[in-house]
């Protein structure tokens, strides 16, 4: 069962414009969300996160809304830039004392200049 | 301070032969996982370690793979013997402290085709 879902295989924006990933989970249980960037070739790098007591989260160009209700949580990146070219993915966790991480299969954001 | 590192970078077999990999997480590191990502799929937890102890390997296919982090530090993850669908990226993760949420730092990955 695909507990956390990424429906967008790909996503193409113009540079300057605001990116908006998206991703939706099944899991009740779920309390903390996190981005993670891929590059190829390389490992998954973390990006930002929320806990399930909040419902956005700031990081400079990025930002990570986070909907309960809806088990729905975005990504948005403004403005875009080339250098955000890149898998990304979405993961959640329920505090299990053990940290385990389950991903969503990733959307390929291209920006193009 | 150095990141996760792994080895080889990509191997390729035939099935019904083993392989191994390695992972060396950075230093100080309490938690290491291994994850499996299928072409087109997100990482897939396999196996956590706490120093070095199991903590979580309900994902592992223990009829064929095996790991183990012996002291504590490096990891190797084994798979013997492969099959077509064991081809994928095998992912290393480490992190500082199980309690709490803590950032995992990933490895480049292994890229495994089996023919």
């Known amino acids: 069962d695909q507990q956390v879902k990424q429906n967008s295989p790909s996503l193409s924006v113009q540079e300057g414009r605001i990116s908006i990933l998206n991703c939706d989970y099944t899991?009740?249980?779920?309390?903390?969300f996190l981005w993670y960037k891929k590059y190829p070739a390389e490992g998954p790098t973390f990006l930002i996160s929320i806990s399930s007591i909040k419902d956005k989260n700031e990081d400079g160009r990025f930002t990570v809304f986070l909907n309960k209700s809806a088990k729905h949580l975005s990504l948005h990146i403004v403005p875009s830039q080339p250098g955000d070219s890149a898998v990304y993915f979405c993961a959640a966790s329920a505090f299990q004392g053990a940290q385990k991480l389950v991903f969503g299969q990733g959307t390929r954001l291209t920006i193009n200049p | 301070e150095a990141g996760v590192a792994q080895s080889p970078r990509y191997k390729i077999i035939e099935k019904r032969q083993s392989v191994a990999f390695w992972c060396n997480p950075i230093s100080g590191h309490a938690t290491l996982y291994w994850y499996q990502q299928i072409l087109g799929q997100g990482p897939k937890l396999l196996i956590q370690f706490q120093n070095n102890g199991v903590v979580d390997d309900s994902q592992l296919p223990k009829d064929r793979f095996s790991a183990e982090r012996l002291k504590g530090v490096d990891s190797t993850l084994k798979i013997q013997p492969a099959k077509l669908e064991d081809s994928a990226v095998y992912l290393c993760?480490?992190?500082?402290?199980?309690?709490?949420?803590?950032?995992?730092?990933f490895g480049p990955g292994t890229r495994l085709t089996v023919l």
């Open positions: 899991n009740s249980m779920f309390d903390y």
């Open positions: 993760a480490s992190s500082l402290d199980p309690a709490g949420y803590n950032e995992q730092f």
